[in-house]
């Protein structure tokens, strides 16, 4: 930033000068006639201009069109592993789910099951609710978290 402010006295005065310069050109140019031939310059430099422009812009086209080429030729093969990783994920979840989770839930179940009916059997002579069980289990919590704050106040 303060190069800029360095270098301003020297920008304004080459601007002032520059602008000296095309007036007194214009001045000239109408003054000989010579507008004619500048006008033809002028036209000139902006068609080689364009021509050079618009070969730039083929050319970036071109690259563009060869790197959209790469990319999608980069990008098939690993949608293609992705496609065979998803199919064998599956295929393991549903081996998974039929060899090791199906019967764990079932032997489960049949444990919780017998434990109740042993429990109505043999124990208080009525099955034990789950909202029972929860009562008792949050009792004691409560009962360990007492005994646990009394420990604590006590040293």
């Known amino acids: 930033m303060e190069n ?6 020297w920008i304004i005065l080459g ?3 520059l602008g000296i310069l095309i007036i007194a050109f ?7 006639g010579w507008w004619p031939v500048v006008v033809d310059i002028v036209l ?8 050079i422009m618009l070969g730039a812009l083929t050319f970036a086209t071109i690259m563009l069109i060869r790197t959209i080429r790469g990319t999608r030729d980069e990008i098939i093969p690993v949608l293609e592993s992705l496609k065979d990783t998803t199919s064998t994920v599956q ?5 998974a789910s039929a060899f090791a989770v199906r019967p764990s839930v079932r032997t489960a179940s049949f444990v919780v099951g017998a434990g109740e009916v042993a429990s109505t059997i043999f124990g ?13 289990r949050r009792k ?16």
């Open 4 to 9: 800029v402010e360095r270098y301003r006295p």
């Open 15 to 17: 601007a002032i000068v």
């Open 26 to 32: 214009v001045v000239l140019a109408t003054i000989f």
């Open 44 to 51: 000139v430099i902006t068609a080689l201009l364009s021509l």
């Open 91 to 95: 295929a393991t979840a549903k081996a």
């Open 124 to 136: 208080r002579g009525r099955p034990r609710k789950r909202s029972e069980q929860r009562q008792q």
């Open 140 to 155: 004691e919590i409560e009962r360990e978290m007492a005994a646990g704050g009394n420990s604590d106040d006590s040293r």
